[in-house]
């Protein structure tokens, strides 16, 4: 029946889009809270070394690492990759059923691609997100042309931090697991929209990614070796 293929395609679609979130928020909001912590213990072995000029504002930074890195949450959202897995299964779909030659397809899906995959990656790395501002007035085109801050750097100088304790300094590492996962859905759709999907593909794709996601949101919430600075006693390395 003619509704089995496009409901057999929303199961698949849906299925894996919520798979790649889980596994991508788990592992990137692990990332980002790492690196909070270990910029917090660095301050904290800072001042008890009387590393610092102003031991005050050292603290006070350590403070903001703390609260950022309690509330951080890294990955792109939801419906940003719900948007990239269908729009790159339906490119793909619409060149396989076209009557171009091949290479006209092969030129308009690298095309289609580049300019979809710039636009993702503007809204996953724009401080406005999905909604606000424009997202090529501060996402990875500023960065690029050196104009915002060092968006993939993941190295912060706990120094540099007390200086200018913003925490945007240190997702560094969750952006790069946005960036990486986002060429990956754009890839992994484009293959799949190769041929038709059925409900025995849709179910045998759940069934792997499913046991992948589980073990991939184990493995980014197992705690770091190391305790991370709370307050007061002695601190050691």
Do not use: H
């Not at 890839?187 to 996601?213: I, K």
């Amino acid at each position: 029946m003619s509704w089995r293929g496009p409901l057999a395609a929303f199961f698949f679609l849906a299925a894996e889009a919520l798979l790649w979130f889980v596994v991508l928020r788990s592992f990137a909001t692990a990332l980002e809270r790492n690196a909070f912590r270990d910029v917090s213990r660095e301050i904290l072995f800072g001042i008890a070394d009387g590393d610092f000029l102003q031991p005050d504002r050292a603290n006070d930074a350590r403070l903001i690492a703390e609260q950022a890195g309690e509330s951080a949450i890294g990955g792109p959202s939801l419906l940003l990759i719900v948007a990239i897995a269908v729009g790159a299964y339906a490119l793909m779909r619409v060149l396989a059923m076209s009557k171009l030659p091949a290479s006209s397809r092969a030129a308009a899906g690298l095309l289609v691609s580049i300019v979809a995959l710039g636009f993702a990656l503007q809204l996953a790395l724009a401080d406005a997100g999905l909604l606000g501002g424009a997202p090529w007035d501060d996402g990875i085109l500023a960065d690029l042309r050196g104009e915002g801050a060092s968006t993939f750097s993941g190295a912060i100088d706990p120094q540099g931090f007390v200086a200018d304790p913003n925490p945007e300094r240190v997702r560094g590492a969750s952006r790069a697991v946005t960036v990486g996962g986002i060429v990956l859905i754009w890839l992994r759709f484009l293959f799949a929209g190769r041929s038709p999907v059925n409900f025995e593909r849709s179910l045998r794709s759940f069934g792997v990614g499913f046991a992948v996601a589980v073990a991939a949101a184990a493995a980014a919430g197992r705690p770091r070796g190391g305790g991370g600075g709370g307050g007061g006693g002695g601190v050691s390395r």
